[in-house]
């Protein structure tokens, strides 16, 4: 009997790192930007207010928030106060300029100030996601102007610190980034502290235990304003770009030394510097999903494709993402997307394949596959060892995983393996023969051929293939051994000679209706 098996979606993404700055970045800025990130707040305080005299208002309003966070740091409160005030209007959707204010507050001794400024935060800013349920029944803008279609709103479900402005009767405003959920915390600690201070015990403790519950430890730490320091993750509002694009620079560079670890520290720090840079979102969201994090590959992903919606590889990223995590109807939607936006992606049309197999629609995965070879096949592509690694003037993109062969050979051996499972056993060899001229060192085909020549009847010709499997390194023994056993041609248990062979680095004899190019 064969065994219905899932086909895994290709994953052929690369880092991006097209990049584009707009304008001559004042040298003060960019000095202070660096001081302010390198807690060198003295030296940042000093760079800005010297680019502000050289600045227009529009240019300086960039930065009253970042002053205004240096001297907070700095316990300069008066100043810190004069630039955050003046920075909450220029900026309505901007919550983390309100939280600094309402610190700044706290730590002067202006209480009343201070919660009220926390309350307007609280009444504002989702930290879960009932934002999503609320926003149903409403036309949902993005901060350009754009209605949002509801997928994109459900894929960014896990968001936290969403800011909903109503914009009228049945329309609202969202702001995906309107709050640092990494402040989440001191939040509700210090709502936690003023409710303490007015005797209100039980729901400080509430607001103690929301802030633990973010991640917030409170041991040890002084429930006064006396000795509290201030800890707070500041964000620049994307008026670096060149500084980003440092950092990006950077992580290709530990990806060339496979220093993947490295380089999610290092986007993480670039968020910082701009947190709506689709190419920081992506690379971040890409290198998660390889180092098997699909949560916050699915986060990263969704914030992407948020700041640029019509980007196939990324939809084809996020189908992964949700391929992997075995939500198929997701997955299969994201697919759809991909191949909208791209007609002629190989990859694309496999994936979509893949998830039509894996919802069990076996026509349509069918179909789809075929459409791999015939994109391919109208492309030229026939050279087994090609790679997805470009380099041109306006971009350079640095692969993750670099495509070895064509997408066809994957789909050569999903065919094969679904006409194995339909019983259509001369279609299952055609198309395992076809993949083998492609990957011809590829293991896995080997196997698949064996299985099918078996249920052909063809023992001694299985049985070649079966050894060419081993020859080759095939990681699959179990499947292997039960098919051996199956054949009754040869057992490969710990003694069997072709075993043994193949372990000790020698070569065992093999059938000779095998052809096998170099």
């Known amino acids: 009997m064969i065994s219905k098996r899932l086909f895994v979606p290709v994953s052929l993404f690369v880092i991006c790192s097209a990049w584009m700055i707009s304008g001559q970045e004042n040298e003060y800025f960019a000095r202070a930007n660096q001081a302010l990130l390198g807690h060198r707040f003295d030296d940042a305080i000093t760079d800005y207010l010297k680019a502000i005299t050289y600045s227009n208002y529009r240019e300086a309003r960039l930065i009253w928030d970042d002053l205004g966070y240096a001297y907070l740091e700095k316990r300069n409160y008066s100043k810190a106060l004069d630039y955050l005030e003046m920075s909450a209007p220029a900026f309505p959707e901007d919550f983390d300029v309100r939280f600094y204010i309402a610190v ?22 989702y930290f879960d ?48 980034d309107a709050f640092n959920e990494k402040n989440e915390g001191l939040f509700h600690y210090l709502k936690g502290l003023i409710l303490d201070e007015k005797g209100l015990t039980k729901e400080a403790q509430r607001q103690f235990a929301a802030a633990a519950a973010a991640g917030y430890e409170m041991n040890e730490r002084p429930r006064a304003k006396e000795g509290m320091a201030v800890e707070i993750e500041h964000r620049l509002k994307g008026h670096a770009g060149s500084l980003a694009w440092l950092v990006h620079e950077r992580v290709l560079k530990e990806l060339g030394r496979s220093d993947i670890p490295n380089a999610i520290h290092n986007l993480e720090d670039a968020l910082h510097i701009d947190q709506k840079s689709f190419e920081i979102n992506h690379n971040l969201a890409l ?35 949700y391929f992997r995590g075995r939500a198929y109807e997701k997955a299969l939607k994201e697919f759809e997307r991909a191949v909208e936006l791209d007609a002629k992606s190989a990859s694309a049309y496999h994936n979509l394949g893949s998830a039509y197999y894996a919802l069990n629609d076996t026509g349509r995965a069918e179909l789809y596959w075929k459409k791999v070879i015939e994109c391919e096949r109208e492309k030229g592509i026939i050279n087994p060892e090609i790679s997805s690694l470009k380099t041109g003037s306006s971009e350079l993109k640095h692969s993750l995983t670099i495509k070895e062969r064509p997408v066809s050979f994957l789909s050569y051996t999903s065919l094969g393996r ?4 339909q019983k259509l056993l001369d279609s299952a060899v055609e198309q395992f023969r076809k993949a083998m001229e492609i990957a011809p060192r590829d293991a896995e085909i080997y196997l698949d051929m064996a299985k099918a020549l078996m249920e052909k009847g063809l023992k001694e010709e299985a049985a070649g293939y079966l050894d060419k499997y081993f020859i ?47």
Request: charged residues 30%; negative net charge; aromatic residues 8%.
């Open 104 to 125: 700044a507050f706290f730590l002067s001794h202006q209480t009343d100030e201070s919660a009220a400024r926390l309350d307007e935060i609280a009444r504002n800013i």
């Open 129 to 176: 996601g009932r934002w999503l349920e609320d926003s149903m029944g409403l036309n949902i803008l993005n901060e350009f102007g754009d209605l949002v279609p509801r997928q994109s709103l459900e894929r960014l479900r896990k968001e936290k610190g969403v800011y909903l402005l109503r914009k009228g009767p049945g329309t609202a405003v969202l702001f995906i």
């Open 287 to 321: 290198l998660q999903y390889d180092m098997g994090d699909l949560e916050q590959a699915e986060i990263f992903c969704a914030r992407a494709l948020w700041w640029l919606e019509d980007d196939a590889p990324c939809h084809e990223l996020m189908g992964n993402i």
């Open 418 to 421: 679904l006409y194995l499972e």
């Open 472 to 518: 080759l390194g095939g990681k699959n023994e179990g499947e292997a051994r039960e098919l051996s056993n199956k054949l009754k041609k040869r057992s490969y248990d710990e003694n069997a000679p072709a075993t043994r062979l193949v372990r000790e680095g020698q070569q065992p004899q093999t059938s000779s209706c095998l052809s096998f190019s170099t």
